[in-house]
């Protein structure tokens, strides 16, 4: 491994730049176990790649299986990718105001046109978690500790953390962390002797700009954890971080203008664009914290936990979940390592301060509301860029803090066996001037602890079977229908003509209809559809799920609750066609399955005796729309 630069004074000469060094094996055999266990992750999927989804969230499975469509489709007609009416026909959708992952979707459209939006999904699910594993591995290693097991560890957390896999389960966008790591890595890099504001600001303006088009979600989660590392280490070594100021700024702001010039016109067309909206109905993110029970419950997709354990503290989002192994291994460390080691002193601030933050508006514990109150309810709910956001994931923050305690842990322990080196006095400039990233801190922690060999075994151990228990297991997955031949092999074509959508019964929803929206999902959305799995605007311009529910798309949800025939009126029938037409309407077609008999007698009721045209049932509505 590459020693830490030495410290340098503010009046000192730029230090020389380290030469690249090529991966070494340890690099190597990282990178290797990391995609392992991200084929191993994904591997229920692979057992019937065409036909399976999330059994957790197979929605949000289906989802982003459209979205992968929707960037090869994009690309290869050359449209806007920030907008899509092949979704809620008529009225569109605004991509970039739901989860879109631009950033993925369209440099990856070659594979979805040539193998399909389901491997896509897969490969890069799979793909994404070794991916932000390793590029953490890279940031441990060049910045903050020596020891190649240390930054193993650490990046192992940081890209397989709990609350990362649980969102595995149907949310790639929150799994898709590679480049945060590097923009962490660059923020904290920002100033220092002997570096290039312009491009360091350049190269940190190109990376948020990308970022932007990922998550931006979880881009404003890494802004607002870099603003505490940045205060906290102002705090502790306040003529370092002057010395730093000028150049630290004017990067800074080099990178914030670039990133405004690539993204100004994206954001505001989320905001501004056709079928955008302002906050949630009801704000209904904000409630979502995390329960104080959480911290210390194994979670469900671990060797150690199971499907019941979400039942011990009610549903919620997993992005703790530590088990209390590590949670009591974690605050044995902070305080051995806090009082010596910077980086731990920075770490000890984003636990406290994420984890406060992740409670929400109520403190929770094991499931029961207690009375008191947590920092989310000083908040307004539609506070800008907040609005949108769920406390509970906050704690995302936390695990992340919680992957560097580790490292710096393991790298102590790797240096307790080895003779502590002489202290030699350094002037208090250049002490001051030490870098937050530099591997300095771990290696005082570590000399601390020379001469103490019984501590490294005990360590090790500790440190060992606190994470063993979250090892995790291959995500479940769930067997799907495939589409019917009349989909995929084109039969719809003579009967949808170019400005016309095709019906599909039921009309896709978040809650209805994931069969169908997979239909436009995989024919590379050949043909639009009305309905769909997104968030767009009520009346009044408020985010909601769905598109506005129509008379007919109630009725046709309504019997599939009920399974039940309602009785059929001709006001029924008058709102059908008026559906029909507003959704401009071609053909309705439902699956020809036993179980949507009583759709097909629904349908029938509504708009006659249906056609049956390969394996389906088929309403040609034209005569009655046009």
């Not at 730093?244 to 100004?264: C, K, N, P, Q, V």
């Amino acid at each position: 491994m590459a020693a830490p630069a030495a410290p340098a004074g503010p009046d000192a000469a730029p230090a020389p730049r380290r030469p690249r060094r090529r991966p070494a094996r340890a690099d190597v055999l990282a990178i290797g176990a990391y995609v392992l266990l991200g084929v191993l992750v994904c591997l229920n999927y692979w057992g019937d790649v065409q036909h399976r989804v999330s059994s957790h969230l197979p929605t949000d499975h289906s989802w982003f299986e459209w979205l992968f469509s929707h960037g090869a489709y994009s690309l290869l007609h050359l449209e806007n990718p920030l907008f899509t009416t092949r979704q809620n026909a008529p009225d569109g959708v605004n991509m970039m105001a739901n989860t879109s992952m631009l950033g993925a979707t369209i440099p990856l459209a070659p594979v979805t046109l040539l193998f399909g939006p389901q491997v896509t999904y897969a490969l890069y699910l799979g793909g994404a978690l070794a991916a932000t594993a390793a590029t953490s591995y890279w940031m441990l290693s060049r910045h903050l500790v020596r020891s190649p097991a240390a930054a193993f560890l650490g990046g192992a957390f940081l890209g397989f953390a709990p609350g990362i896999v649980h969102h595995a389960n149907g949310q790639p966008n929150f799994v898709s962390n590679y480049l945060l790591p590097v923009i962490v890595a660059r923020v904290l890099a920002l100033g220092a002797p002997g570096r290039s504001w312009r491009r360091d600001g350049v190269v940190l303006g190109l990376l948020v700009a990308y970022q932007v088009f990922i998550n931006e979600e979880m881009l404003l989660l890494t802004a607002l954890a870099c603003l505490v590392v940045v205060l906290a280490y102002a705090a502790q070594r306040p003529r370092a971080a002057w010395a730093r100021a000028r150049g630290f700024l004017a990067a800074l702001g080099l990178g914030g203008g670039l990133t405004l010039l690539l993204t100004a016109y994206p954001i505001w067309f989320q905001f501004n664009g056709p079928q955008s909206y302002r906050g949630l109905q009801g704000g209904v993110f904000h409630s979502w914290g995390e329960d104080l029970v959480a911290f210390v419950t194994f979670p469900r997709d671990t060797i150690a936990g199971d499907e019941a354990v979400e039942k011990t503290i009610g549903l919620t989002e997993q992005n703790t979940w530590f088990g209390w192994p590590l949670v009591l291994v974690a605050l044995v460390a902070l305080v051995l390592l806090v009082r010596r080691s910077l980086a731990a002193r920075i770490v000890a601030v984003l636990v406290a301060v994420f984890t406060v933050a992740a409670i929400g508006p109520v403190v929770r514990f094991d499931g029961v509301e207690t009375d008191v109150d947590g920092l989310w309810s000083y908040i307004p709910d539609d506070l800008p860029l907040v609005e949108m956001m769920m406390p509970t994931r906050l704690a995302l923050v936390t695990a992340a803090a919680v992957g560097v305690l580790l490292a710096l842990a393991w790298d102590a322990l790797a240096r307790s066996g080895r003779p502590a080196a002489p202290r030699v006095p350094a002037p208090r400039a250049a002490a001051d001037s030490a870098s937050a990233t530099s591997a300095a801190p771990a290696a005082s922690a570590g000399a601390a602890w020379s001469g103490r060999r019984w501590l490294r075994p005990v360590g090790y151990a500790a440190l060992a079977l606190a994470v063993l228990p979250l090892v995790p297991r291959p995500l479940p997955a769930q067997q799907i229908d495939p589409p019917p031949r009349f989909i995929t092999s084109g039969g719809w074509r003579p009967y949808v003509p170019e400005g016309r959508t095709l019906v599909p019964v039921p009309i896709p929803s978040n809650v209805h209809g994931l069969p169908t929206l997979r239909w436009s999902a995989l024919t590379g959305h050949e043909f639009p559809i009305p309905g769909g799995y997104f968030i767009g605007p009520n009346e009044l311009g408020e985010g909601t799920f769905g598109a506005p529910n129509r008379p007919t798309s109630t009725l046709i949800y309504a019997t599939m609750d009920s399974g039940t025939l309602p009785v059929v009126t001709e006001e029924n029938r008058r709102q059908a066609v008026a559906d029909l037409r507003y959704w401009r309407a071609s053909v309705v077609v439902l699956g020809a399955h036993p179980r949507e008999a009583v759709l097909r007698e629904l349908m029938t009721a509504l708009l006659g005796p249906a056609q049956r045209v390969d394996d389906v049932w088929l309403w040609d509505v034209r005569p009655l729309v046009d």
